[in-house]
């Protein structure tokens, strides 16, 4: 996503690739990922001096640099990594940015999860061809959200907005006209000057009469950021570490109980019982 996002503004050319190698070592392999764009000519030159600037927090945000922008982003990308062990780098290449990481991985075997009945049950109440609006401003995220919402949530009905700010405007006259399911990125960013909240956006909706489903979808989801969340609004919330499969499951359960069944919004909690992909939990304002 940052690929798009910081590369070219025109023309990014973003490529993935990833190599995967037996090990002599039993079940070991190496995993090796690249990730290359076509470098903004308007943002600094990524050299080496550069890197560790931006790691250490010793860069200034230039004049092209979103004032929301802090490049904890990329720290945070490096801080992981060695928490994996992997070895990330990040360089300039001719006219590309180039991201590599390695590390070193089992192959685990495949566990047998338990059927939860209940969320089956919700899962075959949920309604087909419902109207589902999402706003984000990144294009990869946008295309990623329309993909796997036509395939998961059973509706041809998708539509992507945020492009720049002027469809902000527009997203919220399509929801209040006919949506069913409102999705919102938490930070916005158009430039410099031009920032947004998907908390902002989610209580203009309230406050207008939307009566659907607003979940939020952000890389913040402490209790705080989440008590946030919900006292704008939202019926829920996944980050974007999560899977779409189980991040779109969770939406259908939370639009049957809150908007079908019309359960209450109680309190905040957070659903471990309802994570079947992976052991990090999900977090539903119920």
Known sequence: SNAFKHGHPESPDVRLTIACTPNPLGSARSLHITVSNVANPDRPSVTPDYVQQVLSGETQRSASTSAMSD????????????????????????????????????????????????????????????????????????????????????????????????????????????????????????????????TEIARQLVARGFKGLICMRSGNMAVPDLIEYQEAGAHCAFGKDATMKQAIEDIKVAYVRHIVQQEPRISLVPSHDMCSDSDIPTYHLT
């Open 71 to 198: 490049h904890i982003g990329l720290q945070h990308t490096f801080l992981a990594a060695g928490a994996l062990g992997a070895r990330p780098s990040l360089k300039s290449s001719g006219q590309r940015v180039v991201f590599e990481m390695g590390l070193e991985t089992e192959i685990a075997p495949v566990l047998d999860v338990p059927q939860d009945h209940l969320r089956t049950s919700l899962l075959a109440r949920f309604p087909r061809d419902l109207e589902v609006y999402c706003l984000d401003d990144s294009d990869a995220a946008r295309r990623l959200l329309h993909h796997n919402l036509v395939r998961w949530a059973d509706t041809q009905n998708v539509h992507a907005f945020g492009n720049d700010q002027t469809e902000v405007a527009a997203f919220i006259d399509g929801v209040l006209r006919n949506g069913n399911i409102a999705i919102l990125d938490q930070h916005l960013e158009y430039g410099r000057e031009a920032n947004l909240l998907g």
